[in-house]
């Protein structure tokens, strides 16, 4: 069903930059922690952190009127019901995830250039670091939510050489191993990503069963052996042709009847749908040189020009939309 759109709806659209900037800002400044454990007036702050008093104020008093901070008198602090979310050390923080939007705020803001000229948008290099980090943290946080039920829908059967390719810090390496107690693991990445696996995994008390591996998948074979391969959301950064490049080192990857797993947008053939891959498209059209929000039958038709077969839509669900293909025997 449409929506219904009139010109207040449609400012509405406009308009939401707001609420995300002042939140992103609060992320950035990371008030929500400074604010968490002892509620403080505006004077207060200005004296802590050596910033402007009427700025100070007025940021804090919208995000009491967005319901993110808590007013008593002249003190702020944050509200118990998103102190676990947007503080630093909680278990359930999605910060990680926050900065990396606030990220990606810098080259959305570029996209009216970006239609006109081509993508992608101009980048400030000098943050790469901390982007990269608040990258792979923003992937951890999301993955080890939903790796229970992506490993479930996969099913890995009799598989035990399990690689992850662009594996991040491990969130899947992660719940494959802990579903399959004799299965081993190879986690491929960059190598300023690889002590971030190492750190988490070994929290895991799994590292003994994984090796490490860093390299670039678009430059570098992968190392072979193995019966089961995972791309999680890795080919949306990639052209086709590059795509295709992969495809053919994860075959070159698997043993004989090995299985590979697409996790990724399978967008309709009209390319609209779901909607949340339509705006992501827009994402690598800022970022990327040559990324997109692919087709199942894109997918399909890169997985059979490297050699695959049997390729099936396992599952249908936005970004978790999963892809399998079989390596023949």
Same mark, same amino acid.
């Given at each position: 069903?449409?929506?219904?759109?009139?010109?207040?709806?449609?400012?509405?659209?406009?308009?939401?930059?707001?609420?995300?900037?002042?939140?992103?800002?609060?992320?950035?400044?990371?008030?929500?922690?400074?604010?968490?454990?002892?509620?403080?007036?505006?004077?207060?702050?200005?004296?802590?952190?050596?910033?402007?008093?009427?700025?100070?104020?007025?940021?804090?008093?919208?995000?009491?009127?967005?319901?993110?901070?808590?007013?008593?008198?002249?003190?702020?602090?944050?509200?118990?019901?998103?102190?676990?979310?947007?503080?630093?050390?909680?278990?359930?923080?999605?910060?990680?995830?926050?900065? #990396?939007?606030? #990220?990606?705020?810098?080259?959305?803001?570029?996209?009216?250039?970006?239609?006109?000229?081509?993508?992608?948008?101009?980048?400030?290099?000098?943050?790469?670091?901390?982007?990269?980090?608040?990258?792979?943290?923003?992937? #951890?946080?999301?993955?080890?939510?939903?790796?229970?039920?992506?490993?479930?829908?996969?099913?890995?059967?009799?598989?035990?050489?399990?690689?992850?390719?662009?594996?991040?810090?491990?969130?899947?390496?992660?719940?494959?191993?802990?579903?399959?107690?004799?299965?081993?693991?190879?986690?491929?990445?960059?190598?300023?990503?690889?002590?971030?696996?190492?750190?988490?995994?070994?929290?895991?008390?799994?590292?003994?069963?994984?090796?490490?591996?860093?390299?670039?998948?678009?430059?570098?074979?992968?190392?072979?052996?193995?019966?089961?391969?995972?791309?999680?959301?890795?080919?949306?950064?990639?052209?086709?042709?590059?795509?295709?490049?992969?495809?053919?080192?994860?075959?070159?990857?698997?043993?004989?009847?090995?299985?590979?797993?697409?996790?990724?947008?399978?967008?309709?053939?009209?390319?609209?749908?779901?909607?949340?891959?339509?705006?992501?498209?827009?994402?690598?059209?800022?970022?990327?040189?040559?990324?997109?929000?692919?087709?199942?039958?894109?997918?399909?038709?890169?997985?059979?020009?490297?050699?695959?077969?049997?390729?099936?839509?396992?599952?249908?669900?936005?970004?978790?939309?999963?892809?399998?293909?079989?390596?023949?025997?």
């Amino acid at each position: 069903m449409k929506t219904d759109l009139s010109a207040e709806s449609i400012q509405h659209i406009a308009r939401g930059f707001s609420r995300a900037r002042v939140l992103l800002t609060g992320v950035e400044l990371d008030i929500f922690t400074i604010l968490a454990n002892e509620p403080l007036s505006a004077e207060a702050v200005v004296d802590k952190l050596d910033w402007d008093l009427r700025a100070t104020t007025i940021f804090l008093d919208a995000l009491v009127a967005m319901e993110l901070l808590v007013k008593e008198g002249d003190r702020y602090g944050t509200s118990p019901q998103v102190v676990r979310l947007l503080t630093a050390g909680s278990e359930d923080s999605i910060l990680s995830g926050l900065l #990396h939007t606030a #990220h990606l705020w810098k080259t959305w803001s570029r996209l009216t250039g970006v239609v006109q000229n081509g993508g992608p948008a101009r980048k400030d290099e000098t943050d790469n670091a901390d982007h990269i980090k608040a990258f792979i943290g923003a992937m #951890h946080v999301g993955a080890l939510r939903i790796a229970p039920e992506i490993v479930k829908t996969v099913e890995p059967g009799a598989a035990r050489n399990f690689i992850d390719v662009g594996g991040g810090s491990g969130s899947y390496t992660i719940g494959f191993l802990k579903t399959i107690p004799d299965m081993k693991a190879t986690l491929f990445d960059l190598p300023d990503v690889i002590p971030m696996a190492r750190e988490r995994i070994s929290e895991e008390g799994l590292i003994d069963r994984v090796t490490l591996v860093g390299g670039d998948y678009n430059k570098d074979n992968l190392p072979g052996g193995h019966d089961l391969a995972l791309l999680s959301a890795i080919i949306h950064q990639n052209n086709h042709e590059q795509n295709v490049a992969l495809y053919k080192k994860v075959y070159g990857a698997l043993d004989s009847g090995g299985r590979v797993i697409v996790r990724d947008y399978a967008m309709s053939g009209d390319r609209t749908k779901p909607a949340s891959g339509a705006l992501f498209a827009i994402n690598m059209l800022v970022n990327t040189v040559g990324g997109n929000s692919y087709t199942f039958e894109e997918i399909k038709g890169g997985l059979e020009e490297a050699g695959f077969e049997r390729v099936k839509l396992l599952q249908e669900s936005e970004m978790s939309s999963l892809v399998e293909a079989f390596k023949p025997y």
